[in-house]
C-alpha cells in the first residue's frame, strides 16, 4: 500500500559533514538510521564520495548547511547530488538549513556576480529534484531556482523560548531597516514594541550606527536578526540601544555563522542571551561563547521532511 501512495519509493536522509549533529536529530525525530555514505580529502583536498546502500528509486533527502568552510561544503553537496542523480534515486532534495552566498543576491554595484543564483543553477545542474531551506536571506531566492523550494521559517521556535524567558518589560529591535518586517512580526507575536537601529555602512564589515528610532528606555531589548556573522552590526546595535536608556540586552537569530572575531567580541559585550537555532554546527561555538543559547529545528526539518515524503502539505509550517 505504501509503494502505491507514495510514488518516490522509499525515504533515505543522508547527510554531509558539515553538520552530522543536525542529521542525526533529524533522523532520530524521524525514528530512522541515516543513511550510509563515504566521504572523505584526497591529499590534494579534492573530495570523495561513495553512497553505501543502494538507492534506486529512493526519495532521498541530503542535509547539508552550506555554511563555513562554505565553499568546501557546497562542493561536497554538489559531488553527493551527482551521486544520487547516478545512482538513480528518483527523486533527491537538497536540504539547507543554511544557503550560503545567499547575501550576494543582486548586482548593488557594478561588475559584481550574483552568486545566490549561480549556487541555485549549481544544485539544480548537480541533480537537485527540489530544495528545502530555512529562513532565506533574501525570500525572493527561491526564484532562482527552477525546481520547487519549502521555504522554512525558525521564528517558531525562537518565540517559544523568549516567551519561556519571560523577559518583560520586553521591546523587539530590528538592527538595520531591512530586518524590519522580520522585528515587527515578533514583537506583533510576542505582544510587545518594535524600535528599529537606523544605521550606515562605512565598508566591508564595518558599520556606523546613527540612532535608535522607538522608545527602549528602562526596556529589556531583544535584537532579532537572521544572521550573526562577525557581530560588528550586532555590537554597534548594542551600543546605541545601551546609549538610548535599554535595560537588559538579548538576542536573537537563525543562522549563527559567528566568523572570524565575532565570538571574541560577544564574550566581552553586555549580552545576556543569545537564542541560536542550530541551523549551523553550534558545539564547538558553545564551548567558547556560553552566552549561546542553541534551539534545536531538526524536529522541525524532520516534520517537513516527512510531508515532502508523504506527498501532504508543508505550508502549515510557514510560520
Known sequence: MLAESIPYGELKVFGG???????????????QEAGRVTLYN????????????????????????????TNNNLMELLIMLDAFKRS?????????????????????????????????????????????AVDLHAPQIQGYF????DH??????LLDAIRDSRLDPLT????????????????????????????????????????????????????????????????????ALKAAGAQRVFAGCV???LSGPAIDRLKGSVIEKIFCANTLPMEEKLARCPILHPLSIGPLLAEAIHRIHEGTSVSSLFV
Do not use: M, W
Open 17 to 31: 559533514r558539515a553538520h552530522p549533529a543536525l542529521t542525526a536529530e533529524i533522523c532520530r525525530t524521524l525514528g
Open 42 to 69: 584526497f591529499s590534494d583536498g579534492e573530495n570523495y564520495c561513495q553512497i553505501e546502500e543502494n538507492v534506486r528509486g529512493a526519495d532521498v533527502f541530503i542535509v547539508q548547511p552550506t555554511g563555513p568552510p
Open 88 to 132: 538513480s534515486a528518483s527523486r533527491i532534495t537538497a536540504v539547507l538549513p543554511y544557503y550560503g552566498y545567499a547575501r550576494q543576491d543582486r548586482k548593488d554595484k557594478p561588475r559584481v556576480p550574483i552568486t545566490a543564483k549561480l549556487a541555485a543553477d549549481l544544485l539544480e545542474t548537480a541533480g537537485a529534484h527540489r530544495v528545502l
Open 146 to 149: 527552477d525546481i520547487p523550494v
Open 152 to 157: 522554512l521559517f525558525a521564528a517558531p521556535v
Open 172 to 239: 523587539v529591535v530590528s538592527p538595520d531597516a531591512g530586518g524590519v518586517e522580520r522585528a515587527r512580526a515578533f514583537a506583533k507575536r510576542l505582544g510587545v514594541g518594535l524600535a528599529i537601529v537606523d544605521k550606515r555602512r562605512k565598508g566591508k564589515n564595518e558599520v556606523e550606527v546613527l540612532h535608535v528610532i522607538g522608545d527602549v528606555k528602562g526596556l529589556n531589548v531583544i535584537i532579532v536578526d537572521d544572521i550573526i556573522d562577525t557581530a560588528g552590526t550586532l555590537l554597534n546595535t548594542v551600543a
Open 255 to 257: 543562522h549563527g555563522v
